[in-house]
């Protein structure tokens, strides 16, 4: 069975910090992707990222960076220098080939004040 | 959205009535995902459909909901006889051919009075 979770409930930070939130899953495949998604409060998912399990180059774009370690079954993900606009719900998922669905972490409310 | 259009965006219904949400992803896909959202919570799958067959439904309640994928038309989810705890959003996803990554529809948020 697949597991992902996000131990980070709430993250508050004040605008200009850097935040990371964390992502540990669980998987017995070989093969599998992770992927990060943002919820903002009017509610539709957005696609952030997708990461193979045989590709383990962190990657940054723009205030956004992905550190994926296959050692500690980790794929945390960064945002510097916070925006307000930023703030929204993130979620941590899961796909493997064999599985048909994404596994889906509990989500981390990101809360960036001014 | 990646070309998935989901309607209606809110839907309320009482106790005992039906809900049918539908799903129309754009023309040429026929990879469809079906997810719930509860309050405060992360996405679950309920089921996968490719046009006209049902894929993997292991997500689904056993009763009362039920998922369709006819060769024309949208994808629809209809839950019989609803109740308090059906109340969510319902979120339809597409995936690319060759690819992983899905992308979702906007959601519809369901109410049970």
């Known amino acids: 069975a697949q597991k992902v979770t996000q131990a980070q409930t709430e993250i508050s930070v004040v605008e200009k910090e850097d935040v990371t939130l964390d992502c540990v899953y669980e998987t017995r495949d070989t093969t599998y992707y992770l992927f990060w998604y943002k919820q903002p409060p009017s509610g539709e998912l957005v696609f952030l990222i997708r990461r193979n399990s045989f590709d383990e180059q962190n990657e940054i774009s723009g205030r956004y960076s992905w550190n994926f370690q296959k050692s500690t079954s980790s794929f945390n993900f960064t945002i510097t220098a916070s925006q307000v606009v930023d703030s929204a719900v993130y979620f941590c998922?899961?796909?493997?080939?064999?599985?048909?669905?994404?596994?889906f972490g509990g989500g981390t409310r990101l809360m960036v004040k001014p | 959205n990646a070309g998935v259009m989901q309607n209606p965006r809110h839907l309320v219904r009482r106790r005992g009535q039906e809900a049918r949400l539908r799903c129309s992803p754009m023309?040429?896909?026929?990879?469809v995902y079906w997810y719930r959202q509860l309050p405060e919570e992360g996405l679950k799958f309920m089921v996968y459909l490719q046009k006209e067959n049902i894929i993997d439904e292991s997500g689904m309640p056993k009763e009362r909901f039920s998922a369709e994928f006819p060769k024309e038309g949208p994808s629809i989810l209809r839950i019989q006889q609803v109740v308090r705890g059906d109340s969510a959003a319902y979120f339809c996803a597409l995936r690319l051919a060759n690819y992983n990554e899905q992308f979702f529809g906007p959601g519809t948020r369901l109410t049970v009075l």
């Open positions: 998922a899961l796909y493997n080939n064999a599985g048909n669905m994404l596994t």
């Open positions: 023309k040429g896909h026929s990879h």
